[in-house]
């Protein structure tokens, strides 16, 4: 039996990692960090920053580090996203069979919070599933959530405003979805995720108000704010720019109309 945890531990700012996170991280017997490639390699910094930091020197805990699979970039982008995650959950339970060959309690330190877009949940799901099963690889699991603070949760904290307006609903989508599908029809606000650059550009400007944060949490953090008209380009030049100097970057940013 694996006991696993997945545990969020904020955006970047170490201080954002609750006391129930520092719990789970020290009963674990087994932390697995992903290694993403060397542009993102502050992500894997921070990770094992966590490690040092908040494993008290009576834990078991070992930190084992994995290179995460390579999505595949062809243009069936569901399809590559499947063959993605069999083939995590594949380099998952090689990890679990060789450090943890009797079971016991496995952690993963998650980036935010595991229910908001990452894949973790659905790559556990198929730990016990048919395909694991034919290659006797099948495990049996239990999965505890260690809830963290979110990238959305840091933007609004950063521009200390309130999520939604009075009274109204807000739409959470990818940058993908926004250029592919434009201004969802009946929505007041919009927070726009996982956006490869720009996708703001593929709306009508006028009447819509934006709050940018990049790096949130991190001492690198960048804001930007105001009608989308005035400071599009602005953001556009930045993100650049500060993609350029560091390598890699992530951005978040709510849309209203206002
Ligand atoms: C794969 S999703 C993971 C989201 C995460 N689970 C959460 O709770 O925020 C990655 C996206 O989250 C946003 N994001 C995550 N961390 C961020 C940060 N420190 N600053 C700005 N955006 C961030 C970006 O939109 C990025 O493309």
Redesign the pocket.
């Known amino acids: 039996m694996i006991h696993l945890s997945l545990i969020?531990i904020g955006?970047?700012n170490p201080e954002h990692v609750t006391l129930a996170a520092v719990r789970a991280l020290n009963q674990a017997e087994l932390l697995l960090l992903p290694r993403k490639g060397e542009a993102k390699s502050d992500l894997i910094d921070l990770r094992r920053l966590l490690c040092r930091d908040l494993l008290e020197a009576s834990s078991r805990t070992r930190v084992v580090e994995f290179d995460l699979p390579c999505r595949d970039a062809r243009a069936d982008y569901l399809g590559a996203v499947d063959d993605w995650h069999d083939a995590i959950a594949e380099v998952w339970v090689d990890l679990m069979a060789t450090h943890l060959p009797e079971g016991g309690r496995v952690g993963m330190l998650?980036?935010?919070?595991?229910?908001?877009?990452?894949s973790s949940l659905r790559i556990a799901e198929r730990l016990g599933g048919e395909r694991f099963r034919e290659g006797g690889l099948q495990v049996e699991l239990k999965v505890e959530i260690v809830p963290?603070?979110?990238?959305?949760q840091?933007?609004t904290a950063a521009h200390r405003i309130p999520l939604n307006a009075l009274a109204e609903p807000v739409l959470i989508t990818t940058g993908r979805r926004l250029r592919e599908r434009g201004w969802p029809s009946d929505a007041e606000s919009v927070a726009?995720?996982?956006?490869s650059g720009g996708a703001f550009q593929a709306l009508p400007q006028e009447g819509l108000t934006i709050w940018w944060?990049?790096?949130?949490?991190?001492d690198k953090?960048c804001l930007i704010d105001g009608p989308l008209v005035d400071v599009a380009a602005t953001i556009l030049e930045r993100r650049a720019a500060l993609r350029e100097r560091h390598g890699w970057i992530?951005?978040?940013y709510l849309l209203r109309r206002v």
């Open positions: 969020g955006t970047g998650i980036w935010g919070d595991p229910s908001l877009y990452d963290g603070i979110t990238s959305l840091a933007l726009v995720m996982l956006d944060g990049a790096y949130l949490g991190m953090q992530m951005d978040v």
